[in-house]
């Protein structure tokens, strides 16, 4: 069975871009989670839904971010605009029960 | 108060001893789930065992095992006869609420303990 899928890998873009980050959960999971590690912060949880639904988004940044899950095998995490700030590995973990399964990363990079 | 501690940054280990990364936790939940993850120099976070507050046995994984003292709020992992393979950053994690319910899902990860295997 695939692991979460996540894409891109590595994101370059240019401060004011919009950034898409995708991901696909692990068939038969119904939580997903999307999580941001940086040196600073380490690893932090910015959202996760349960069967769709956002249940918990109060580690998103700010307005800049955006998550959706339209069904169960899809989800995206938009920042838009972009700042150099929002540079980091952004992971997408799913689970189902006992731990979450993570996803291999996106390395963005704003400049 | 940070609610997971990991006191150790960094260790050496000889290939072949066995590792204890430690991990101390505050909580005032009765029920909540303790887990590691170990990130290789690769990335990716592979999750590696997972203790629950009302297990009466400490978890086991291969030769990963969880020393759980809850009275201490102590959660270490234990790695046997280590490898090579073993050099990554651990990090401990815990999440409050019984992992069988909808409840709180956030996982709370310390800053981590780069682990070194030396041959």
């Known amino acids: 069975d695939a692991g979460v899928i996540q894409s891109p890998r590595h994101e370059v873009t240019e401060m004011g871009q919009e950034v898409t980050l995708r991901c696909k959960p692990i068939?038969?999971?119904?939580?997903l989670f999307w999580y941001r590690q940086t040196m600073m912060r380490g690893l932090e949880l910015l959202i996760y839904?349960?069967?769709?639904?956002?249940?918990?988004d109060s580690g998103m940044p700010e307005d800049r971010f955006s998550a959706k899950m339209p069904n169960a095998s899809f989800s995206t995490l938009k920042i838009q605009p972009s700042e150099p700030r929002d540079s980091a590995v952004y992971f997408c973990?799913?689970?189902?029960?006992?731990?979450?399964?993570f996803g291999p990363g996106t390395r963005l990079t704003v400049l | 108060a940070q609610k997971i501690t990991q006191t150790q940054p960094g260790m050496f280990v000889q290939e072949k001893e066995a590792v204890t990364l430690d991990c101390t936790y505050d909580?005032?939940?009765?029920?909540?789930?303790l887990f590691w993850y170990k990130q290789p120099s690769s990335g990716e976070m592979i999750f590696l065992i997972y203790?629950?507050?009302?297990?009466?046995q400490n978890a086991t994984e291969g030769r990963y095992s969880l020393n759980f003292q809850k009275a201490r709020k102590s959660a270490n992992l234990v790695i046997s006869a280590s490898q090579l393979g073993d050099s990554a950053m651990y990090f401990c994690a815990m999440r409050e609420g019984h992992i069988s319910n909808f409840g709180n899902e956030k996982l709370t990860f310390g800053t981590g303990t780069r682990l070194t295997i030396i041959p």
């Open positions: 839904f349960n069967n769709n639904v956002p249940i918990d």
């Open positions: 909580t005032s939940d009765p029920s909540y789930g």
């Open positions: 068939s038969g999971h119904d939580y």
């Open positions: 203790q629950g507050s009302y297990d009466q």
């Open positions: 973990a799913s689970r189902m029960m006992g731990g979450q399964f």
